[in-house]
């Protein structure tokens, strides 16, 4: 309910924008502040509740436990229920932030990986592929052992495959071109996969993003059509 109009009920996005900043005010000390905040996120599953983790983890006081703060993003990845407000977050705050990307690659899945290809639990394959399908805007550097470990399991090919194509459709996406056609030549999906084909004509064709070669992706529809 509204503060001000106690018989008006607020929406999750209007709790959020006006509730979540405050639980970094509350007398707790910043791990426990951080664990309200993650279950404020649970329960109006509002991708503004991350910035708000964001804004505190840069504020004067921050940053904010790195223990606590990236096992409460590998914990909801891993969960079984919808994660886009914690993906989106990794996507457009995190990743795409070169200040940051390293950093929070590494600790949702890059130090991992080979966790993941040795023990592939439904757990750590769900937080696999949530976390490589939004990787575009990652380094190429940064990403790249973790995608050629990835490659190894056939449950995570299909995930690969859209993290090669993010890394190059995304605004912000990077990739190397010759080191990304090998890569797709490794995931040996099936000859009409959707987009392989173009993808794997940009790439041949040494682009390394849609937006940097605007037309590329159009010429590669009509070569391959």
């Not at 999750?12 to 509350?26: L, N």
């Not at 279950?39 to 790195?66: K, Q, S």
């Not at 550097?141 to 995570?156: D, I, M, Q």
Request: glycine residues 6%.
């Amino acid at each position: 309910m509204s503060d001000g109009k106690p018989d008006v009920l607020l929406t999750a996005g209007e709790v959020a924008h006006s509730r979540a900043g405050d639980v970094f005010a509350e007398d707790l000390d910043a791990a426990d502040r951080l664990r309200l905040a993650f279950g404020l996120l649970d329960l109006l599953d509002e991708y503004w509740v991350t910035c708000e983790i964001r804004f505190a983890n840069e504020d004067a006081e921050g940053p904010l436990p790195a223990d606590v703060l990236w096992g409460g993003y590998r914990e909801r990845l891993e969960a079984d229920r919808d994660a886009e407000a914690v993906t989106y977050s990794l996507w457009v705050d995190w990743f795409e932030d070169h200040a940051t990307s390293a950093t929070a690659f590494a600790e949702v899945l890059g130090d991992d990986i080979d966790r993941v290809v040795a023990e592939p639990s439904e757990a750590l394959l769900r937080r696999a592929r949530r976390v490589l399908e939004c990787s575009g805007p990652v380094r190429w550097t940064v990403k790249e052992p973790t995608y050629r470990t990835a490659v190894r399991l056939p449950a995570l090919r299909p995930a690969l495959f859209r993290a090669l194509r993010a890394s190059f459709h995304d605004v912000y996406g990077d990739l190397e071109p010759a080191a990304a056609l090998a890569l797709l030549d490794r995931l040996q999906l099936p000859a009409d996969t959707r987009h392989l084909a173009e993808l794997r004509h940009v790439l041949a064709a040494g682009h390394r993003n849609h937006h940097r070669s605007p037309g590329a992706w159009d010429d590669a529809v009509r070569s391959c059509s």
